[in-house]
């Protein structure tokens, strides 16, 4: 059986034919390569704002998501830049097409663009400042309505639904609607970086909600499925912690890495999100699992700090996006990050 999806973000970009024994021995520059996506992520992040002008829901959250968090950890990032796009990208009339901004109506945006509300809230933007992390965003207000908006948006069955053109993606539309749902589900029960939750308590109608209309029926085709469900299971803290791990790692590929889906060849996007939800969910960096995955981003990155990336909706028949390559080289940076010591 083909392995499936992980997701990280590494610099070393020795083809895989060329790795030596002495890099295999040797710890892995997992830094280094982060360090070099760095400035892709900003160039191409930046260059999507001023033709697109749109958040949209795979391009702009992904870009704060990795570089809030690359700051966080010490990375080298243009402070100023990521101070500018933390506001542009907090400020909802970005998340409207241009085309339809003239009638647009904040309360109405924000319910409709539940995708990209989740991942802002969890990407959380926040800039470092002599050595003190505080919120780029003196308010907090925007994290608040945000918040309310995505309690809002959940579906009276309990899900949310996906928007844009994630239900287009080369995988069962039920299991894209699962996805969005757990994402959300993370974000309003204040995980990862968004601090709403944690002095908030969530009615656990919400959470019970949503569990329901999961259920337990369905079996993922795309590795980050199986990561999202690691991921609910232990936020939740869940005794089925483990049995997911187990389940992720089954689909691992015999080069270390995911791929979108699981019966794909690796690539950045299924490894840097299996990378991420094993090391979030508990599983050391030294495990054997995860430094397979680690190995196969080092070896694979582009010397422009890149991932190549087939696209992840059906109609790309396979071959490289600029959309799936973008995202692809966040999660792997994101997934990366996972796996360094934490503060």
Not at 3 to 20: E, F, Q
Request: net charge negative; aromatic share 8%; proline share 4%.
């Amino acid at each position: 059986m083909r392995h499936c999806v992980a997701v990280l973000m590494v610099v070393g970009i020795l083809p895989l034919s060329n790795m030596t024994p002495a890099v295999v021995g040797q710890e892995l520059p997992v830094r280094k390569t982060i360090q070099r996506s760095i400035p892709f992520i900003e160039a191409e992040g930046d260059g999507w704002i001023q033709e697109q002008k749109c958040i949209s829901c795979h391009q702009v959250p992904f870009m704060v998501w990795s570089l809030n968090w690359a700051n966080r950890r010490g990375f080298d990032v243009d402070l100023q830049g990521l101070e500018r796009t933390n506001r542009w990208a907090t400020d909802w009339i970005n998340l409207t097409n241009p085309k339809r901004r003239k009638d647009a109506k904040e309360e109405a945006t924000l319910l409709q663009e539940n995708d990209a509300v989740a991942q802002l809230l969890i990407g959380g933007p926040q800039v470092r400042q002599d050595d003190q992390t505080v919120e780029a965003d003196t308010s907090d207000d925007w994290r608040s309505q945000w918040h309310a908006s995505l309690l809002g948006s959940q579906q009276e069955e309990g899900a949310w639904k996906p928007r844009g053109q994630l239900p287009l993606q080369k995988r069962p539309k039920r299991e894209t609607h699962e996805v969005s749902t757990v994402w959300a589900l993370l974000a309003v029960m204040g995980y990862g970086s968004s601090p709403v939750a944690e002095s908030k308590s969530v009615d656990l109608g919400v959470i019970e909600k949503a569990k329901e209309w999961l259920g337990n029926d369905t079996a993922g085709e795309s590795t980050e499925w199986w990561s999202v469900k690691l991921l609910l299971a232990h936020a939740l803290e869940l005794p089925s912690v483990e049995k997911w791990q187990v389940d992720l790692r089954k689909h691992q590929n015999d080069d270390g890495g995911w791929g979108f889906r699981c019966d794909e060849a690796s690539d950045a996007f299924g490894t840097g999100v299996a990378i991420y939800a094993l090391a979030h969910s508990g599983v050391a960096t030294s495990d054997s699992d995860v430094q397979r995955a680690l190995k196969f981003l080092i070896t694979s990155q582009k010397p422009d700090g890149s991932w190549t990336v087939n696209g992840t909706k059906k109609t790309a028949n396979n071959q490289p996006t600029a959309t799936a390559t973008y995202w692809g080289t966040c999660w792997a940076a994101i997934g990366m990050m996972e796996t360094l010591p934490k503060e």
